[in-house]
């Protein structure tokens, strides 16, 4: 019994297996799909990403930031005692805020939905300290930063203004560090 080897990659008959398996590699995809072609598809959509960056970096570099808020006034400085507090929304009716007259006599405003998971902040006069009760997070009442607890950010700041004996909020300011 002979058996009849089949013919090779090329066109010679064989019996060498290694020969035979190399009947199914297609040249042109080898071509197509190399590790150079790869390399440059990877640099392409890496630079294309990179570019897309840019104009974000621009607009930090020269300092264009978040849209100016309109003035908002908050309260009247005489409602508003040493050691109490008041809460308002801004910029929008969507984000709580807290202005506190801190025992020390200080004027500190803050978004107060906390840094950890939204959960609302209270100022504790006792403690001259925020509190959010959800996971005990605490917050300086003097900068924003938190203290203790789970949070890691400090509270967005309210910039405020006090004029004719009335506090205005005049914008608001992220701030990492």
């Avoid at 064989?14 to 072609?37: E, G």
């Avoid at 790869?38 to 960056?53: N, P, Q, R, Y």
């Avoid at 930090?60 to 309109?70: K, T």
Wanted: overall charge negative.
């Amino acid at each position: 019994m002979s058996k009849e080897c089949p013919k090779g990659r090329h066109g010679k008959k064989s019996n060498h297996d290694m020969i035979n398996l190399m009947d199914n590699v297609d040249q042109n995809d080898d071509l197509r799909y190399n590790r150079r072609a790869f390399i440059k598809s990877a640099v392409g959509a890496s630079m294309a990403l990179g570019l897309s960056t840019v104009p974000f970096s621009v607009r930090a570099m020269i300092g264009i930031a978040e849209p100016d808020h309109d003035r908002v006034e908050i309260i009247d400085l005489a409602r508003l005692p040493e050691g109490e507090a008041f809460t308002f929304n801004y910029p929008t009716e969507n984000d709580p805020a807290l202005l506190v007259h801190t025992v020390k006599g200080e004027l500190v405003a803050y978004n107060s939905a906390c840094t950890h998971l939204m959960c609302p902040v209270f100022y504790q006069k006792e403690k001259d300290i925020l509190l959010c009760p959800c996971h005990k997070g605490y917050f300086d009442v003097s900068n924003g930063q938190p203290v203790a607890g789970p949070p890691q950010r400090e509270l967005p700041l309210i910039e405020i203004e006090v004029e004719n004996g009335k506090v205005y909020a005049v914008g608001r300011q992220y701030r990492h560090g």
